[in-house]
């Protein structure tokens, strides 16, 4: 599968963006989908994740309540909502894709990778 995210971009403290990353290949049903954030000098960390079906949903504790992760099967693509951004959230974010039965969390554990869309958040 091949990913490309986009949506990325430059937004004040509190704005909103919404990540898009379209996948192609075929089913695109059978795989769980992530998003991770690298910042500058940092390691690539996990965002949220969604199971196949998008039955189960999982987010690092810093974004939860604000950022939201669904899919659009029929249109193959995986979305992260992103509400009340903070400078903190300013990092590359990167979408993914894995094939395990239990969905996964941990960066090595994913197969499959997009380029990366931008995110900066100005205080």
């Known amino acids: 599968v091949q990913l490309q995210a986009s949506g990325g971009g430059l937004v004040q403290a509190g704005g909103s963006l919404r990540l898009s990353c379209a996948a192609s290949?075929?089913?695109?049903?059978?795989?769980?989908m992530g998003w991770f954030r690298q910042a500058p000098g940092k390691e690539r960390e996990f965002v949220a994740a969604?199971?196949?079906?998008?039955?189960?949903?999982y987010y690092t504790d810093s974004v939860k309540g604000r950022f939201t992760i669904s899919r659009d099967n029929a249109k193959t693509t995986v979305y992260l909502q992103m509400l009340s951004l903070k400078p903190e959230d300013t990092a590359v974010y990167y979408c993914?894709?894995?094939?395990?039965?239990?969905?996964?969390?941990?960066?090595?554990?994913?197969?499959?990778w997009g380029q990366g869309t931008l995110v900066t958040v100005s205080s």
């Open positions: 969604i199971s196949r079906g998008g039955g189960s949903i």
């Open positions: 290949g075929r089913s695109f049903s059978n795989y769980n």
């Open positions: 993914a894709a894995d094939t395990s039965i239990v969905m996964p969390t941990a960066v090595s554990r994913y197969n499959y």
